[in-house]
């Protein structure tokens, strides 16, 4: 067990992300980010083409009058930043998702593939298709992460 007062390095956090459209809708609109903040974003996941992360991102972002705008809604009534703290102790499991998973899916179901993950990606693949056979009838986006500590830390 590591020290509690530890905090992870970069290649002790296993995350993994994945969106897909579902069996109904003809295309996806989620879009998802994984990256690591220091003095520069190192981007570890995205669905996000290289083209578009480049032109979206380092040229559209920085030139817009609205860059230091935080916006969790487009085009709704209210644009309120929603930013969340998860507790950053280890073996603990942060999980993101649309409701395209929770429509399907149970807490419960969740919960026991929470549980048993053997890492990130396989239990969000898991969950991918516990949501496609449960009907996948929307946008299903899974972001997954926890932090293992590496041996001899």
């Not at 879009?31 to 290289?50: G, M």
């Not at 969790?72 to 009534?77: F, L, N, P």
């Not at 999980?95 to 969740?110: A, M, Q, R, W």
């Amino acid at each position: 067990m590591p020290d509690p007062d530890r905090k992870p390095l970069d290649d002790e956090i296993d995350t993994f992300g994945l969106t897909h459209q579902g069996k109904v809708r003809p295309n996806n609109q989620d879009q998802f980010l994984i990256a690591a903040i220091h003095k520069r974003a190192d981007v570890w996941s995205t669905s996000l083409s290289p083209e578009h992360l480049i032109e979206d991102l380092q040229a559209v972002a920085f030139r817009t009058p609205l860059r230091n705008v935080l916006s969790s809604a487009i085009g709704g009534d209210s644009a309120v930043p929603v930013v969340t703290r998860l507790a950053s102790e280890w073996y603990n499991v942060g999980l993101l998702c649309s409701d395209g998973l929770t429509k399907h899916v149970s807490d419960e179901k969740i919960a026991e593939r929470l549980a048993a993950m053997t890492s990130s990606k396989q239990v969000a693949e898991q969950l991918l298709q516990d949501a496609l056979d449960g009907g996948g009838t929307d946008n299903i986006t899974i972001i997954v992460g926890r932090a293992v500590p590496k041996e001899g830390r």
